[in-house]
């Protein structure tokens, strides 16, 4: 199993950014934005879920436990 922490990023209070994962084609949150500020400094969800293998990366089939905490951006650049 792998543990991962996401961010949930939320502009102006009324959008939340998400991008389609290009290796497993399913929506997720984005990575790296900058001029960000933490929402709350607990986690907003947690989620378990099984991941499929990926033979091209050697990987098998896995699990991941993903904590994802609430950041805001007031109108930046993502």
């Known amino acids: 199993m ?3 922490v996401g961010a949930l990023l939320v502009r102006d209070g009324t959008e ?3 991008i389609e994962h290009l290796a497993y084609g399913i929506t997720l949150q984005p990575g790296g934005p900058s001029q960000v500020s933490v ?5 907003v969800y947690v989620e378990y879920g099984r991941v499929p293998a990926r033979p091209a990366k ?3 089939e896995h699990y991941h436990l993903d904590i994802g905490y609430a950041f805001q951006t ?3 650049e993502v």
């Open 2 to 4: 792998h543990v991962t």
């Open 16 to 18: 939340i950014l998400l």
């Open 39 to 43: 929402v709350s400094p607990t986690p």
């Open 58 to 60: 050697d990987e098998p």
């Open 74 to 76: 007031a109108g930046a």
